[in-house]
């Protein structure tokens, strides 16, 4: 996903429902099992080498990267690595974020040696060496975005990032208690397995608050969700800002990916404020005080706390020297767009107003390695976290205190996040309005024509699940990590699945692109939005590719089917334990060709009790060009040539969607309570 657009294969026979052709589906060999296998022993209680699986730290410890140069395709990424090493890198133990351009640097050292080991053993082999000897936190962003990018371990799967780091994602009184387990735990009860399993049950961060003015709090349950956070997690590793596409096969439209990515975050979290009565998110300015606070009552795995921020404070005195900065960028990128032309590092000038235009624009904004000219425009992304977040400055280099916005998996719990994020969706807006406006012949297709849409009724609740994290915490022996779970229990956002019944009609065989967006109906003061303003608040649900018939097609379309979305990843002991049967032929392994997505459950705000009302948008056009997709995380798909967003990314005015081949469908979206989902209505 991203909440990635423009995506799906579906097949269709006129006059039938069929369902979709979801993932591509595969029977694992052994190989693949293997290596499956040995990602996961890599990824087992890193902190500890020396402490569980012994036998792996010996063979870490055998290794000698230097005098096996000869089994790595680019020798300098060896010495340069080794350099790093032999100089002093970050210490075990010590804090990791990608956001300090040292501890970065050295990150990529290690990724790059990861990259180019000829082949899986040496790969493996050097990062057993690397699990005893450099830091956790680089080691582990190295060896997901190797596994991530390797040729030899696609499609591999990596552990939930919240099993790895809980303290990213849950606070710091729960973990507090997990390592306490067997006092404050609760022994489950149904035990299955080998395990001593205890339960934690948790709250949000708003529990220890006064809710009473911090109406932020009201979204706890949405911002803080696990599977969420880990989506955002894997979304930056799609295309890291660090690396460049000269040296790795990147999307080639990266920077636009990155800019419809968070407009699509932005949007849904919008609709669960809706939700919420809360009303749209408050612009601010550098240089006077930031409305939301924030105290995310969390710890890092060394005890330091997670820097607060307080409501309606103003930025400190020690980063006043980053908002003239990011002023600065501001202002350029501005010009940029006014002006229709970038400023390359080669003094040429270059007109973003053509079909890679808004690429370009991305890429700068991210400040990644495909910016057209970092030193001049720089990183308004990295920069407004590190003014935001409201950290103190680094002691030393090696000694640094991350806010939740310099790391991913915590990005999502600050509400800042969403204002940084509202603010660069104004560059892409205002790109957006700056281009020629659609005209009615570019987006009405009188041979296709919606006789009916029809939506299942929509229920959303709040269900119980348990969340793995032993591997994140430590043990005192192989024993406890062997017969020892420990896993934290928290109500989640979910939502009955529903299916989309659709009827079109075609004038002529051919293929379309469906595409569904959920907007708002009314804004927080129950006022009826207006068209066209209200569709830059609408997000992009799904996206298809259909085969019809001449004549009348009946389409039926399931919410799991959706195109960016995966149900809950199976905890690791699950996963592990299915791995070894199939290693051992007990039983066939399937993988779906993807790693990641975005929580099925979260496709739908929670609403209200009594039903809120909200409206799809449909969309149907005819295929003239089908582009492949690949990604590694995402999965491969096709889709039709058209940008991120269409036909909703640039608003035609005087227009009313009313085509032949569009339409708006009011629904209602009930949320029910633990109690009501037992009873039959």
């Excluded at 005080?289 to 409501?311: C, E, K, S």
């Excluded at 400040?367 to 409201?390: C, E, Q, V």
């Amino acid at each position: 996903m991203l909440l990635l657009t423009r995506i799906w294969v579906l097949g269709l026979l006129a006059f039938s429902l069929v369902s979709a052709e979801y993932f591509t589906t595969k029977t694992a060999d052994k190989d693949f099992l293997l290596k499956q296998k040995k990602i996961y022993n890599l990824l087992y209680h890193i902190s500890q080498p020396n402490v569980v699986n012994v036998q792996l730290y010996n063979e870490g410890q055998a290794w000698n990267i230097e005098n096996s140069i000869s089994l790595y395709r680019n020798p300098d990424a060896v010495k340069e690595f080794m350099y790093m090493y032999k100089n002093g890198m970050l210490p075990r133990g010590e804090m990791f974020s990608p956001y300090y351009p040292k501890l970065l640097k050295e990150m990529v050292a290690l990724f790059r040696l990861f990259y180019y080991a000829n082949d899986f053993d040496t790969f493996y082999n050097t990062a057993l060496w690397a699990r005893i000897y450099v830091n956790e936190g680089q080691f582990y962003f190295a060896l997901c975005n190797a596994v991530i990018r390797r040729p030899d371990t696609k499609y591999i799967q990596l552990p939930p990032p919240y099993e790895m780091y809980p303290y990213a994602y849950f606070n710091s009184e729960v973990l507090e208690k997990a390592h306490h387990a067997k006092v404050f735990g609760k022994l489950d009860s149904q035990k299955t397995g080998p395990y001593e399993t205890y339960i934690i049950p948790a709250n949000y961060s708003g529990w220890y608050l006064n809710r009473e003015y911090n109406f932020e709090n009201k979204l706890n349950y949405f911002t803080e969700d696990v599977g969420l956070n880990a989506y955002y997690f894997f979304f930056r590793q799609e295309c890291p800002f660090w690396l460049s596409s000269n040296e790795f096969d990147f999307l080639q439209y990266r920077g636009e990916e990155y800019l419809y990515g968070h407009k699509q975050l932005l949007n849904r979290y919008y609709l669960e404020r809706l939700s919420n009565d809360l009303p749209k998110i408050e612009d601010f300015d550098w240089q006077k005080p930031f409305y939301a606070g924030y105290y995310p009552t969390m710890t890092y795995h060394n005890g330091m706390p997670y820097p607060q921020r307080p409501d309606w404070s103003n930025f400190p005195v020690y980063k006043y020297k980053y908002i003239q900065d990011i002023m600065d960028m501001e202002s350029r990128i501005t010009a940029a767009i006014d002006s229709g032309f970038i400023l390359r590092n080669d003094s040429k000038w270059y007109n973003i107003y053509q079909e890679d235009g808004l690429n370009m624009l991305g890429n700068i904004i991210e400040g990644n390695g495909d910016s057209y000219n970092r030193d001049f425009y720089g990183s308004i992304d990295t920069l407004g976290r590190k003014i935001l977040g409201y950290n103190l400055e680094p002691a030393n280099p090696y000694q640094i205190f991350p806010s939740a916005l310099e790391t991913f998996s915590s990005s999502m719990r600050d509400p800042a996040f969403y204002r940084l994020y509202k603010r660069i969706y104004r560059y892409y807006y205002r790109y957006k309005m700056r281009q020629e406006p659609y005209t009615r012949d570019e987006i009405v297709y009188p041979e296709l024509k919606i006789e009916s849409f029809v939506v299942d009724k929509l229920t959303t609740y709040f269900d119980q699940y348990d969340t793995s994290i032993s591997n994140g915490l430590l043990v005192e022996d192989q024993r406890e990590a062997e017969t020892s779970l420990i896993k934290i229990r928290q109500y989640r956002l979910n939502h009955k699945p529903f299916n989309f019944h659709i009827t079109v009609n075609s004038e002529k065989p051919m293929k379309a692109a469906f595409r569904i967006f959920l907007g708002p109906k009314y804004d927080s003061h129950h006022k009826l939005v207006e068209i066209p303003d209200s569709l830059k608040y609408f997000y992009e649900i799904d996206n298809w590719i259909v085969d019809l018939t001449a004549g009348q097609n009946k389409i039926g379309r399931n919410s799991q089917d959706c195109f960016f979305v995966i149900p809950d990843q199976e905890p690791s002991e699950v996963f592990y334990k299915k791995v070894l049967k199939a290693l051992d032929g007990a039983e066939s392994f399937t993988y779906n060709e993807r790693v990641f997505g975005f929580p099925e459950r979260l496709l739908l705000p929670k609403g209200k009790k009594e039903g809120m009302p909200f409206q799809f948008f449909l969309y149907v056009s005819p295929v003239t060009t089908e582009v492949p997709y690949t990604s590694r995380i995402w999965g491969s798909y096709k889709f039709d040539k058209r940008p991120f967003g269409f036909p909703l990314d640039k608003p035609l005015y005087d227009f009313k969607y009313d085509g032949p081949n569009m339409m708006f469908k009011n629904i209602l979206i009930y949320h029910k309570d633990e109690f009501e989902m037992g009873l039959t209505y």
